[in-house]
């Protein structure tokens, strides 16, 4: 069993910035991909950002330049700074870890206010 938890969500005005937390735990054998998703009411669930374990990175286009993936092998945990928070950037922001399976954390609540 693996579990997953984000941390770090929250209210920020339009321009601001958040950083967001996922930390794995449990029968971790060797994380390789982990990964940011987010879901806005009524819209699909979508790829924000991904990283491997070797540090290669893939951002969605709607996030480029303004978020950044990073994570800590040693913890099993993976980051997202956000910055420059517009309004459309509001979600349920959720963590995925692939480790012998994918699996997905509760999510977290980022809302961007005007």
């Known amino acids: 069993q693996v579990h997953v938890v984000e941390s770090g969500g929250g209210l920020v005005q339009v321009g601001g910035s958040l950083r967001l937390s996922c930390a794995a735990s449990?029968?971790?054998?060797?994380?390789?991909?982990m990964g940011w998703y987010r879901q806005a009411p009524g819209n699909q669930r979508e790829l924000v950002a991904t990283?491997?374990?070797?540090?290669?990175?893939f951002y969605a286009d709607s996030v480029k330049g303004r978020f950044t993936i990073s994570r800590d092998n040693t913890k099993n945990t993976v980051y997202l700074q956000m910055n420059s928070l517009r309004p459309e950037d509001t979600a349920v922001y959720y963590c995925?870890?692939?480790?012998?399976?994918?699996?997905w954390g509760q999510g977290t609540q980022v809302t961007v206010s005007s």
């Open positions: 449990g029968n971790i054998f060797s994380i390789n991909v």
């Open positions: 990283i491997t374990r070797g540090g290669s990175t």
């Open positions: 995925n870890v692939n480790t012998r399976g994918s699996y």
